[in-house]
């Protein structure tokens, strides 16, 4: 994958980010940024994991209680933020909310 990834945010992804404390959305777009910008399909132990396919995001970053569900396009150098939520005890949900 090439050094120049694009970032792109769906409608809900921005809507998500809006909602929340101003302290927690610049935690959250920094780690996006650290994170997805370079190796966004770097899977760890602890930040990024491959979501068990079918399902609605292939990827998901965790930064301290929030999940970032998105997909990458490899063929485009580009990844698309589709959801940023807040965890919960909850079984992480199969279908988008």
Do not use: C
């Not at 809507?15 to 997805?36: F, N, P, W, Y």
Request: charged share 30%; aromatic share 8%.
């Amino acid at each position: 994958m090439s050094d120049s990834i694009e970032i792109r945010y769906a409608e809900e992804a921005i809507a998500d980010i809006k909602s929340m404390r101003k302290v927690d959305q610049r935690k959250v777009l920094d780690g996006i940024e650290l994170h997805l910008a370079s190796q966004p399909t770097r899977v760890s132990k602890s930040r990024i994991k491959a979501m068990v396919q079918p399902f609605w995001s292939q990827f998901r970053l965790r930064i301290d209680d929030f999940r970032v569900y998105y997909d990458v396009d490899a063929g485009t150098g580009r990844v698309n933020v589709l959801r940023v939520l807040q965890k919960t005890t909850e079984q992480t949900q199969e279908k988008p909310p």
